[in-house]
């Protein structure tokens, strides 16, 4: 599916330290709790946790970071190598400390957090610098993960942006604090609402203040694609326009570590030759993996596919939607061209889904209005439909592009044509030459050819015979 990548992160490396244990009484010495250990692990933290959702994906990975010459160094090295990364471009600094946070854990409940860690810019920058961009030849793309602990200062982010564009590397950043100057020129950042607003000076509270957020980062850091992550509502984009990338979680357990796993899955795709728009989307699935599991996790292909598939035979049922509810969910629809059609669909045959699917091809979202049972009486006799409302719509929301049902109890569906204002209208063929309902509210109407011989009418005279 994916061509091996080889790709370079560099950021901040630091140790997530959990000691486990049990409470049951309060110290005589001061009123908190006395916690009897029972365990302890360690796991990667900040930079590291983008590497292991890398590893996940599939991707070869070299970090590029500078460490203290001390016991958490030697165990974020051992941990990396566990992994399967490639270490041999940490530094070692003497001097400095590197992070650990530490963190007494009783009952699964956090006591309290200790932090041992040096925060200051590191020293040895023209080497670092020198080392990385010596070694950019070797990778197909770069992630910078800064957490503000020393490492990506703004000579080391600028030496390696302008290193990356000269040899045409993409280079991917989660971005950390008020000003974003540092990552000038880069392939793109990817600030949550908040951290956006914060770099920007603009609430992010609506559409328009998410537009001028998104394009102010645009032009004044001189981004390829200007994105910020939306949380439970997805991903925005902003190329020529703004287009949004609805989310693909249902449960949420944890959201920890879901910013690094977008990260890792746009460099992965990225290298990966694929689009911004399919990098995007996949991320989506990845965050949405990741959120369902608890603490810091990883997403692979497999658990992907997996979703998808369950999602395909759990959710098909919930395309069948109310106008009232179809038009909440078309509202944040962004720039999607929204394509409607309608019929009987009576009984399900290879013209109806050859019709359905070229009407999808149209647009993003189809919109399939189905006459209800009475409906169908009044155009077609007493004797149809052969199937009820709801097991038509059902067969039709199994489809999958077909994005949403609406029964409608009209002779025709105007009044819902003039609700939903879709993009485009599609009728078939047959209707050449005739007036098409709504054509006078939609401007664009497509008309589709029929598979020859194939409709219900034909069926049911075929079964009588």
Not at 63 to 85: F, N
Request: one cysteine or more.
């Amino acid at each position: 599916m994916h061509k091996d990548v080889k790709i370079l992160v560099v950021g901040d490396l630091m140790l997530d330290h959990y000691i486990w244990g049990q409470c049951d009484r309060i110290s005589p010495e001061a009123p908190v709790q006395v916690v009897k250990t029972t365990n302890e692990t360690y796991k990667l933290g900040g930079a590291g946790n983008v590497v292991e959702n890398l590893i996940s994906l599939g991707a070869k990975v070299n970090v590029a970071s500078v460490i203290g010459e001390d016991s958490t160094g030697e165990k974020i090295i051992e941990i990396l190598r566990q992994v399967g990364a490639d270490t041999s471009l940490i530094i070692k600094e003497k001097g400095r400390e590197s992070s650990i946070k530490s963190r007494v854990m009783a009952s699964h409940q956090q006591v309290v957090r200790i932090d041992k860690e040096s925060i200051g810019d590191i020293n040895m920058q023209d080497d670092f610098v020198s080392m990385v961009t010596k070694n950019l030849g070797n990778f197909d793309l770069v992630l910078l993960s800064d957490y503000a602990k020393g490492v990506l200062t703004d000579n080391v982010c600028q030496s390696i942006i302008k290193e990356c564009n000269k040899h045409n590397k993409y280079v991917l950043i989660d971005p950390k604090g008020d000003d974003y100057t540092k990552y000038k020129n880069a392939t793109l950042l990817t600030p949550n609402k908040k951290e956006a607003s914060q770099a920007t000076n603009i609430n992010i509270k609506d559409k328009d203040s998410l537009i001028k957020a998104i394009k102010k980062l645009k032009d004044e850091i001189s981004l390829r694609y200007s994105i910020i992550t939306l949380s439970e509502e997805g991903i925005a984009l902003f190329n020529e326009d703004l287009e949004i990338f609805e989310a693909e979680s249902k449960e949420v357990f944890d959201v920890t570590g879901a910013g690094d796993t977008v990260l890792a899955t746009l460099g992965f795709m990225l290298a990966s030759n694929y689009d911004i728009k399919d990098a995007i989307k996949t991320a989506n699935l990845a965050a949405a993996v990741v959120v369902g599991k608890i603490g810091s996790a990883t997403a692979t292909f497999s658990e992907m596919e997996e979703l998808l598939r369950s999602r395909a035979n759990a959710d098909f049922e919930h395309k069948i939607k109310s106008i009232d509810e179809a038009l909440v969910i078309l509202s944040k629809k962004g720039n999607k061209k929204l394509v409607f059609t309608n019929g009987c669909f009576d009984i399900l045959h290879v013209g109806h889904t050859k019709y359905l699917s070229k009407a999808r091809d149209f647009g993003d979202i189809l919109v399939v209005g189905l006459n209800s049972d009475d409906s169908v009486k009044r155009l077609k006799g007493q004797t149809r439909p052969i199937n009820n409302q709801d097991d038509r719509a059902s067969m039709l929301s199994s489809l999958g592009f077909v994005d949403y049902v609406i029964i409608f109890d009209e002779d025709t569906p105007y009044e819902l044509i003039k609700k939903l204002k879709p993009d485009i209208l599609v009728k078939g063929a047959d209707y050449k030459d005739k007036d098409v309902v709504g054509s006078d509210i939609v401007k664009d109407v497509r008309l589709v050819e029929f598979v020859p011989n194939k409709s219900t009418t034909n069926i049911i005279n075929r079964i009588k015979k």
